[in-house]
């Protein structure tokens, strides 16, 4: 079993579901829900199945490993594996994509059949899966930068031909944004072969760690990556596309959009810019923390005075993006653990509550805040969802958000504590735009025309249970997740050639030191 293609067949099982589902003969087109989920939790018994495989005591090592010539002519290799952070965000990816498929039971009708515009919609969602496990499991640059490129392709179908009234508008916006940063991002793939081994093997990740670049050329090179995995996080300046793209997409599409593929711009920064370019990297730091710090103040300030809860919820994601983006370039094992850590619990928090704001946009036919009011009397359960949800945004002790955040600012403090004492200014922020969200929506008198308003279902509650049982159990039980991802925070430290700071801690007279 050791050699079983794990990460291949991750790749494969999404994609003959997508394939069964617009395959499907006419008459069997009522099952197309039942099949879309079948396969997505098949996928996550899978990926159980593979982490019995992956060794955890040395998860900083790439496990799983899987490498065979592609394009030799042209030095691209069909090379996967994954380290503690990599499997990680697979995981939490499989894990959101059945609930979404839940959250979407009844969506998206059609007059040309009951499910055949959900068919649709589901298939470019486990054709989206399978793109996102082979971008978090590529070991290859060009691997990894045609899998970033046609990720594009099924969300801008699913916001563009799926979502609300603006959608074209909002699809096209967030085309342009991504393919402006990867055609930048294209020519510092070139650039970077150029400058390595060369060979069929000459893109493999593990060949161009270590190659000698010219100063000036590494930082040439690391701003074209950075600039396109900034697009994808998204990060202050260049994160317009988002609010609009969350807006107009389906509440579905949302989720896995800012859940899941905006990760894999930080986990570009983390995988590709630190390792291939850490003198570049080390340079830049001081711009990329003032970003990143003011990201997390403007996102927040920004998120309080959003009329649209969907726009709110993708303006906290800027700001919860610019602390792992923080964490990242603070250049500590505890920040950049505490930072991987954040973008599998922004992943839980964040795609619960586009969930939960999608449950009651299809319950009031609106997005507006001013739309609601009273709710806690009406739909009581709902109400209760939506609060754990929203302070775990908030990172409330007890819910896995606030170990994350904690870890990026006290491992951020020990090397650039100006940083971290303004970004703690976002955690105060936060409480504003969740507790005030929560205010306008579900407490007061009960509007008259919400009276009737139906509580979650069962449905509805297995598609939110998961996710709050998760923040729970990683909450008060952080152990195992850390163990994945503190090995591969070390290991990056060590690339950049810079000795750890330990937080500084004042116990019995005595206080931390460098590691």
Not at 125 to 152: G, H, K, N, P, Q
Not at 388 to 398: D, K
Request: net charge negative; aromatic share 10%; glycine share 10%.
């Amino acid at each position: 079993m050791s050699n079983f293609p794990w990460l291949t067949a991750l790749v494969v099982l999404p994609l003959v579901g997508a394939a069964a589902l617009w395959l499907l003969p006419a008459g069997a087109r009522v099952r197309a829900r039942t099949v879309a989920l079948g396969f997505a939790l098949a996928e996550v018994l899978l990926v159980v199945a593979a982490f019995t495989a992956f060794d955890t005591a040395d998860a900083a090592v790439h496990q799983l490993v899987e490498t065979a010539p592609w394009i030799p002519a042209l030095g691209v290799s069909w090379a996967l594996g994954v380290d503690g952070v990599g499997l990680a965000l697979i995981a939490m990816s499989v894990v959101l994509v059945p609930l979404v498929v839940l959250a979407a039971w009844r969506e998206q009708s059609s007059t040309d059949g009951p499910t055949d515009r959900l068919r649709h919609y589901l298939a470019l969602v486990l054709l989206l899966e399978a793109l996102i496990v082979l971008v978090f499991a590529a070991r290859d640059v060009f691997l990894f930068y045609v899998v970033f490129e046609a990720m594009l392709i099924p969300v801008y179908f699913m916001i563009g031909a799926f979502g609300g009234a603006q959608r074209r508008y909002a699809a096209v916006k967030f085309l342009l944004y991504s393919l402006a940063g990867g055609l930048v991002m294209l020519v510092g793939v070139i650039a970077l072969y150029l400058q390595g081994p060369g060979g069929p093997e000459g893109f493999l990740i593990e060949n161009l760690v270590g190659v000698d670049l010219d100063p000036t050329t590494e930082k040439w090179i690391f701003l074209s990556f950075f600039l396109a995995f900034a697009i994808k996080a998204p990060m202050f300046p260049v994160h317009t596309w988002l609010p609009d793209a969350a807006q107009q997409a389906p509440a579905g599409t949302s989720t896995l959009l800012v859940g899941v593929l905006d990760k894999v711009g930080t986990f570009g920064m983390l995988t590709l810019c630190l390792p291939l370019f850490p003198e570049a990297s080390r340079w830049a730091a001081p711009v990329i923390i003032v970003l990143a710090v003011v990201s997390i103040l403007y996102g927040a300030l920004l998120a309080i005075g959003q009329k649209d809860m969907m726009r709110l919820v993708a303006y906290t994601s800027v700001s919860h993006f610019g602390f792992i983006v923080l964490g990242i370039f603070a250049f500590t094992s505890t920040s950049i653990a505490g930072s991987s850590f954040y973008m599998v619990n922004h992943g839980l928090s964040t795609g619960a509550l586009f969930l939960l704001v999608g449950f009651l946009a299809a319950r009031r036919g609106s997005q507006q805040i001013v739309d609601f009011g009273g709710l806690q009397k009406v739909v009581p359960v709902l109400a209760g969802l939506f609060l754990v949800v929203g302070l775990s945004a908030l990172s409330l002790p007890g819910l896995s958000t606030f170990v994350s955040e904690f870890l990026v600012i006290v491992g951020t403090f020990a090397r650039h504590p100006a940083a971290a004492i303004v970004a703690t200014l976002g955690v105060v922020l936060a409480a504003v735009y969740v507790l005030w969200l929560y205010q306008r929506v579900f407490t007061g008198p009960v509007r008259p025309e919400l009276a009737g308003m139906s509580d979650v279902g069962a449905r509805e509650r297995w598609v939110i249970g998961p996710l709050v049982a998760l923040m729970l159990v990683l909450g008060f039980v952080p152990g195992p997740a850390l163990d994945l991802v503190r090995p591969p925070a070390q290991e990056s430290v060590s690339q950049l050639g810079l000795d750890d700071v330990a937080p500084t801690t004042t116990t019995a007279g005595t206080e931390g030191s460098d590691q």
